[in-house]
């Protein structure tokens, strides 16, 4: 009997520290505080965007020769109007002064033509007053009258004859300009393909050849980006827009919205995308942009402020959180009404209230209506822009 009292209460212990092994043990889980912030809902790029100069030329001769001036450098700025090459320009300049010299042999013989077209005039006007008179006969009137009308029409063919070799002397000047090239606008020359001596030819017809000159305007930078067809109908010019560069990590760039292309681009095996271009707004200028960068954009449709929000990830199907409950330490499942939201926030406008803590995502194996859990330190909502 002695032994049995002893046994009885070993027995016991031993179940309670069974028990006590065997119960359910709290889930570590990170929770985060429902509270107000910010709330937008967005619009992104669905491949990678380029940063692209609102001008660019390509520029190259439109007749072969020898380079005979390099007048620039890459990386260099010039101005409109700037002389950046010449091709050989000795014979074309021996044409232009061929026809600067047949212009003006034109315009002295016209002046010729017009003097002796005066001079006959003046003429026939002696011979009719001695004609009156009976002092001159009707054939030598005639002949006179004759000579003056080919002297008139000398001196106004001549006219002609001018303006034709103006019209040369024209031409010889614009093949003659033809063979300097200049820049069409300001900007940074990014590239020059040709050597001094060397000889460049035009490009024929459908064989594309690197231009001469490669001329970006820096001062106009936009960006363009292709968006998905679906996402394509919500956006208006003037929305504005989150601009992210890779070569800039951490830090955004306000834009606006500034086109929509008219048609929708396929590519095969790719989402059918439009693009639309979002111009830079209020960069300092410090600040150095090349044409080319890779760019992400993030159309804003809709922004609330001040909004009572929870993570986009911490949302179950149909609308329900995990909230915690303090008093027992087990998650209940809350239902939420959802009003804007994007990847990272959702704004909740019923369900919760300022203070209360839900899951901060349901990654984590386990999570579930009525589970024991332990919050975690770290579990605070990270403020975004």
């Not at 030819?201 to 998905?228: F, H, K, M, N, R």
């Amino acid at each position: 009997m002695r032994k049995l009292l002893i046994i009885i209460p070993i027995l016991a212990v031993l179940m309670a520290l069974l028990g006590f092994w065997k119960r359910p043990q709290p889930l570590p889980v990170q929770l985060v505080e429902v509270a107000p912030g910010p709330v937008e809902t967005l619009v992104a790029n669905t491949r990678a965007g380029t940063v692209k100069a609102c001008r660019r030329s390509h520029l190259s001769f439109n007749r072969g020769g020898q380079v005979s001036e390099l007048l620039i450098q890459e990386g260099q700025r010039v101005e409109a109007g700037a002389v950046l090459m010449r091709l050989r320009q000795d014979d074309l300049e021996a044409r232009v002064a061929e026809a600067q010299a047949r212009l003006d042999a034109q315009r002295s013989q016209r002046e010729q033509s017009c003097q002796q077209a005066s001079q006959d005039q003046r003429d026939l006007k002696r011979l009719r007053h001695l004609a009156e008179r009976r002092l001159a006969s009707e054939d030598l009137l005639d002949q006179s009258a004759t000579r003056a009308r080919l002297s008139q029409l000398l001196c106004t063919g001549g006219a002609a004859k001018i303006r034709e070799a103006e019209a040369s002397l024209a031409l010889q000047h614009s093949q003659l300009d033809q063979a300097t090239l200049r820049a069409p606008f300001a900007g940074i020359v990014a590239e020059i393909n040709g050597e001094l001596g060397e000889f460049v030819t035009p490009s024929p017809p459908g064989i594309p050849t690197p231009p001469a000159v490669d001329l970006i305007d820096d001062q106009c930078l936009y960006v363009e980006a292709p968006i998905d067809e679906v996402d394509a109908a919500l956006v208006r010019p003037g929305m504005p827009v989150r601009i992210s560069l890779d070569a800039f990590r951490g830090r955004s760039f306000d834009g606006r919205v500034s086109r929509i292309a008219p048609f929708v681009r396929e590519l095969e095996k790719q989402a059918r995308t439009v693009d639309i271009e979002v111009r830079f707004e209020r960069l300092t200028p410090e600040l150095v942009l090349l044409s080319g960068y890779s760019a992400d954009v993030e159309i804003l449709l809709a922004q609330r402020p001040q909004a009572l929000r929870v993570p986009t990830e911490s949302l179950l199907e149909g609308g329900r959180v995990l909230r915690y409950d303090p008093a027992s330490g087990h998650l209940r499942e809350q239902q939420v009404e959802v009003g804007l939201a994007n990847w990272r926030w959702s704004e909740v406008t019923g369900g919760l209230q300022v203070g209360d803590r839900v899951t901060a995502s349901l990654d984590q194996e386990g999570l579930a209506d009525g589970r024991l859990v332990s919050p975690q330190a770290g579990g605070a909502a990270e403020s975004p822009r």
